[in-house]
């Protein structure tokens, strides 16, 4: 179920410990209407090259979801070197 005006922030973030208790940010989608995602939506978050100084320990992933709940959809997450695209 997807509440109406949910919205979502995906989110590439750092940290000194593995809990993630103080994330930083360091990059992000802005956020999106949950209405306006379709199946297997992509997105890409390449880490500015300034953040590199800011980078902790630990890298991660989450999303921040606002506006109303949402419990349906999946999210899956990878971190990589290098994205490949169609082409």
Do not use: E
């Amino acid at each position: 179920v997807v509440g109406v005006g949910a919205s979502v922030d995906f989110q590439l973030i750092t940290d000194d410990n593995t809990s993630f208790t103080s994330p930083a940010i360091l990059a992000t989608t802005g956020v999106t209407a949950v209405a306006s995602l379709t199946a297997n939506a992509r997105f890409t978050l390449k880490v500015p090259q300034l953040s590199l100084q800011a980078m902790q320990r630990y890298l991660g992933c989450q999303y921040v979801i606002s506006g109303a709940t949402t419990t349906a959809g999946t999210v899956t997450a990878d971190i990589a070197v290098d994205v490949q695209t169609a082409g």
